[in-house]
C-alpha cells in the first residue's frame, strides 16, 4: 500500500493547509437541509480529494460527507473533509481530516491529519498505527479507573440512539467527555489518551479511518452493539475503544436498550 498511503498523506497535508486557511475567517459557514453545518473548508477539500482520486486512482470511488462519485464502487476513499464543524467555526483548534481506502466495506488504510497540532496518524492493514513515523498504542485502562475518560458528542433530539441512561451509567465511575470531533476523539483513543468514544451517528466518513488506524494500535471499533460493520454504507454508530472496556461498554448498552 506504499503509492497509496503516500497519495493519502499527500492529499492530508493538503487538506491541513485548507484547513488553517479558513480558521477565524468570517462568513465561511452556513446550515444544509439536515441543519449540521458545512464551511467553505469542507467544500473545497472534498472537491480536491474527487479531483485528485479521479486523476490517480479512476477506477476508484470516492465516499466524502459533502460529495461523492462512484459510491457504488467496491474501492472507495471515504473521506470527512473537516470534521469537528461547529467547534472550527467558533474559532477552537479542533477540526481535523480523516480519510480512508476502504475495499468491498473494510478499512484497509487510514490517515488523519490534525493541523493545529502537526500531528498526522495513519495506519494499514497489519503495519501498525503511527503519529507522524512515531508507532503509537491504546492504552490498559479499565472502566473505574483513576483518569477512565470516554467520549461522546451526544445529544438525544439528534442521534440515532437514545443513550441518556448509558452515559448517566458510565459516568458514576468514569469521566465523559464531549471533544466535539468524533475523529479525535478516537484518535486519543489510538494514542492512549483516552479509554474509549461512543459515537450515535449513521455516517460511515466519520469512523472509516478510525476502523484501521484504532485496530492497529491495539483497540477494537465496532458498530454501537459490538457487532461489525462495513463503512461503504450508513453504519450503527460506533464504539471506538482501547479493546479492553469494549465488552463491557456494549452489555451496559444492551442492558439499556
Given at each position: 500500500?506504499?503509492?497509496?498511503?503516500?497519495?493519502?498523506?499527500?492529499?492530508?497535508?493538503?487538506?491541513?493547509?485548507?484547513?488553517?486557511?479558513?480558521?477565524?475567517?468570517?462568513?465561511?459557514?452556513?446550515?444544509?437541509?439536515?441543519?449540521?453545518?458545512?464551511?467553505?473548508?469542507?467544500?473545497e477539500?472534498?472537491?480536491?480529494?474527487?479531483?485528485?482520486?479521479?486523476?490517480?486512482?479512476?477506477?476508484?470511488?470516492?465516499?466524502?460527507?459533502?460529495?461523492?462519485?462512484?459510491k457504488?464502487?467496491?474501492?472507495?476513499?471515504?473521506?470527512?473533509?473537516?470534521?469537528?464543524?461547529?467547534?472550527?467555526?467558533?474559532?477552537?483548534?479542533?477540526?481535523?481530516?480523516?480519510?480512508?481506502?476502504?475495499?468491498?466495506?473494510?478499512?484497509?488504510?487510514?490517515?488523519?491529519?490534525?493541523?493545529?497540532?502537526?500531528?498526522l496518524?495513519?495506519?494499514?492493514k497489519?503495519?501498525?498505527?503511527?503519529?507522524?513515523?512515531?508507532?503509537?498504542?491504546?492504552?490498559?485502562?479499565?472502566?473505574?479507573e483513576?483518569?477512565s475518560t470516554i467520549d461522546?458528542?451526544?445529544?438525544?433530539?439528534?442521534?440515532?440512539?437514545?443513550?441518556?441512561?448509558v452515559?448517566?451509567?458510565?459516568?458514576?465511575?468514569?469521566?465523559?467527555?464531549?471533544?466535539?470531533?468524533?475523529?479525535?476523539?478516537?484518535?486519543?483513543?489510538?494514542?492512549?489518551?483516552?479509554?474509549?468514544?461512543?459515537?450515535?451517528?449513521?455516517?460511515?466518513?466519520?469512523?472509516?479511518?478510525?476502523?484501521?488506524i484504532v485496530?492497529?494500535?491495539?483497540?477494537?471499533?465496532?458498530?454501537?452493539?459490538?457487532?461489525d460493520?462495513?463503512?461503504?454504507?450508513?453504519?450503527?454508530?460506533?464504539?471506538i475503544?482501547n479493546?479492553?472496556?469494549?465488552?463491557?461498554?456494549?452489555?451496559?448498552?444492551?442492558?439499556?436498550?
Amino acid at each position: 500500500m506504499k503509492n497509496e498511503l503516500e497519495f493519502a498523506k499527500k492529499l492530508a497535508y493538503d487538506a491541513g493547509e485548507i484547513i488553517k486557511k479558513y480558521f477565524n475567517q468570517s462568513d465561511i459557514s452556513r446550515y444544509k437541509s439536515d441543519n449540521t453545518i458545512v464551511t467553505k473548508a469542507d467544500e473545497e477539500i472534498n472537491q480536491m480529494v474527487i479531483d485528485r482520486v479521479r486523476e490517480n486512482y479512476p477506477e476508484h470511488g470516492i465516499y466524502g460527507e459533502e460529495d461523492s462519485f462512484g459510491k457504488d464502487r467496491s474501492t472507495l476513499w471515504v473521506c470527512d473533509p473537516l470534521d469537528g464543524t461547529a467547534a472550527f467555526t467558533r474559532g477552537l483548534p479542533i477540526a481535523v481530516f480523516s480519510l480512508a481506502l476502504v475495499i468491498d466495506g473494510q478499512s484497509i488504510l487510514g490517515v488523519v491529519n490534525d493541523p493545529f497540532t502537526d500531528r498526522l496518524y495513519f495506519a494499514t492493514k497489519d503495519s501498525g498505527a503511527f503519529c507522524n513515523d512515531k508507532k503509537i498504542s491504546v492504552n490498559k485502562n479499565r472502566l473505574g479507573e483513576r483518569d477512565s475518560t470516554i467520549d461522546c458528542s451526544y445529544s438525544p433530539k439528534r442521534n440515532r440512539f437514545n443513550l441518556t441512561k448509558v452515559f448517566y451509567e458510565l459516568q458514576q465511575t468514569n469521566r465523559i467527555s464531549g471533544l466535539g470531533s468524533v475523529v479525535r476523539a478516537g484518535i486519543m483513543v489510538a494514542e492512549g489518551s483516552i479509554i474509549a468514544s461512543i459515537y450515535c451517528s449513521p455516517k460511515p466518513y466519520d469512523i472509516a479511518a478510525l476502523k484501521i488506524i484504532v485496530e492497529e494500535a491495539g483497540g477494537r471499533v465496532t458498530d454501537i452493539y459490538g457487532n461489525d460493520q462495513r463503512y461503504d454504507r450508513g453504519i450503527q454508530g460506533a464504539i471506538i475503544s482501547n479493546g479492553i472496556v469494549h465488552d463491557e461498554i456494549v452489555k451496559t448498552i444492551k442492558d439499556e436498550k
